[in-house]
Structures are given as C-alpha cells and as structure tokens.
C-alpha cells in the first residue's frame, strides 16, 4: 500500500500517540504539520519527523502534496476545520466528537457525502481486538441474550484554564470522555435490536462554568428490552475507563476498553467458569490508522464514518436536553 501523506492541523498533546507513531509503526508519511504558535509546530515535527511546517492550518489545507488531514484541535474547532478540509478535498481523521452539535455533525456528514471524501471519527477503541473480542462473545452467543450495557468513563479534573472546560469550544465531560461510553453503547446496539432509547440522563454543572457539565449519567434501553447505563465525569476521584457486557449466561469486563495498550485484558464469567484473555498492546490507534488508510487507498468501509458520528452527536444532544443542558454551540473560525 502506498504511504498515506497527512497534514496535522494544530501540535495537540494527543497528536503524538494518536498519529506520529502509529504512522511511523505503519509507514505512513506526516508531510507538514501547523499550530497557532509556530514554535510548538516546529517541536513536534521535530521530534516526530514531519516533513515540513506550515504557517497555518489553510496553509495544510492548500499543500497539494497532502491528501489526508488529521484532526486534534479543541473540540469546537473539529466541525469547522473538518468543514474546510472536505471543501479543499482531504479525507478527514477527526478527533471525537465530529462537531460541537448534531446539527453541525450533519453539515459535516453530508459536504462529507457530497464530495466523495473518506471520513473517520476517531473512536479509535472500535478498532481494538479488545472491542471486537466483545462483540464476538455476544455473536456467538457465548454471554447469551444481551440484558445490560455499564459504561464508565470518570477521570480526574483537567486544570481550569483548560479548553476541555470551555462551553464556546464545545467542551464539558460528555464531550471529551462520554463520547466514548455512548459511542460504545451504540456500537453494542445490534446486539439488543437496534440503536439504544434515551431513557434519562442527569448531570451537574463545573463550579463557576455555567452551561459545562463536570458530569453525566445516563440510563438508555434498547428495542429487545436489553439496557445501557453511562457513567461518565471529569472531576472523578480515579480514572475508571472500563466496559461491562452482561448477557442471559455470563458477562465480560474489560477494565480499559479505551486504553488496552495499557490494559488489554477481557475478563470473561459464566456459570461455569472465569477467565481472562489478553487481547494484545498494540495500540488502538495503530489499528485506527491502518483502517482508515484501507478506506483511502482500497476503499473499505469505515466503521466509525460521518453517518456514524452524526448518530453519537445525536444522543450527545439528547442527553444534554435530558439533563437540563443545552446542546454544545458552533464555534466561529
């Protein structure tokens, strides 16, 4: 397979784990990378060979030799950027969520559509032996009938100055973390007949930050009458990003779903046995690339595209409506 050439909008923290090593794993080529201030663009193409630096973002978008973009900017910055990379014709790798509202998401999912580029939400998780190895006990039958999803995705408080706490840029604990647990409710939903119902869903509000959830639960219920519980926050006493799968004749536990290059085991119970299998470290944002290079150069589906994204941002929404919140606004560029 010819090198992937990717542009990297913005020196984000989580570019590094996310795209410069899993492209030097797969041999994928990061031509040029841009930030607001040049020096931390210089630094990271630095230490992760990117090729060039660029003086912005429209600078990446106009460099004819990328073909590709990827996406870490704040949260209320992906629907816009993702806007501009589809009109300049990239195929767009977009940190989760897609866009700040459903509304926008489906702005995205149709210029998406409309010009024929590959889309991925990076909900990178999906990509995972970990994650496949569930669905596989459920397909097979192993856990029996589907009857309960527990979601949880609780960490500790990000500094208050940070832009995961910022309601202009789409920000709060559903966005940054929950976007993970709900994404993997629906991920599940075909197990329980189709897409999950919102139930109810609380939360309560960041100190001093009116509209920005430090918090959310959710309870959701699917058409075979299964159901999925989120537990998600950004003000947690612990980091708690683990899955649990309960069916008719057993349940499955994986304690780091979302990070099984740290914890990849599937704890596995029924009524006859427990066991753990050990799913692999590879990261999941290795599997994550090599997918959406497959859409690139071979066409293959994209489990995680822009019509997918456009259903998480929906039940985004209606958990903030359900909570008393409103939904995230669009942030202007």
């Not at 230490?47 to 030799?65: F, I, M, Q, T, W």
Request: glycine share 10%; proline share 6%; hydrophobic share 45%.
């Amino acid at each position: 397979m010819e090198p992937l050439r990717i542009g990297v909008l913005g020196a984000a923290r989580i570019a590094g784990r996310a795209i410069a090593d899993p492209a030097r794993l797969t041999g994928h080529r990061l031509v040029a990378v841009a930030a607001r201030v040049t020096g931390r663009a210089e630094a990271f193409a630095a230490e992760h060979g990117v090729e060039r630096v660029h003086a912005s973002y429209e600078d990446v978008l106009a460099d004819p030799e990328i073909e590709a973009v990827y996406n870490p900017l704040a949260n209320g910055l992906h629907g816009p950027w993702n806007l501009k990379a589809i009109a300049a014709g990239k195929h767009v790798l977009t940190e989760k969520p897609s866009a700040s509202n459903a509304e926008e998401a489906a702005a995205v999912r149709d210029a998406a559509r409309d010009g024929g580029i590959v889309f991925m939400e990076a909900f990178h998780y999906a990509y995972h032996p970990v994650m496949k190895r569930l669905q596989e006990l459920l397909a097979k039958g192993e856990l029996g009938d589907l009857q309960h999803i527990e979601a949880t995705m609780v960490m500790g408080p990000p500094a208050d100055e940070d832009p995961r706490w910022s309601l202009s840029l789409a920000g709060g604990a559903v966005m940054d973390v929950g976007c993970y647990a709900l994404h993997a409710q629906r991920l599940l939903a075909p197990f329980g007949g189709g897409a999950p119902t919102l139930v109810n869903a609380r939360a309560g509000e960041r100190k001093r930050m009116p509209g920005v959830d430090e918090w959310l639960n959710a309870d959701l219920e699917f058409p075979s009458g299964a159901t999925g519980a989120v537990r998600t926050s950004m003000a947690a006493e612990e980091l708690d990003f683990s899955l649990k799968v309960i069916g008719t004749r057993g349940e499955a536990f994986a304690p780091g779903f979302v990070l099984p290059h740290l914890d990849d085991r599937v704890i596995v119970t029924t009524k006859e046995d427990t066991w753990v299998e050990h799913l692999g470290t590879r990261t999941s944002y290795t599997y994550q690339l090599e997918a959406f290079a497959g859409a690139v150069r071979e066409g293959k589906p994209v489990l995680t595209d822009a019509e997918d994204a456009l259903a998480t941002m929906q039940l985004i929404d209606a958990c903030y409506r359900d909570a008393g919140m409103s939904p995230r606004p669009v942030t202007s560029i």
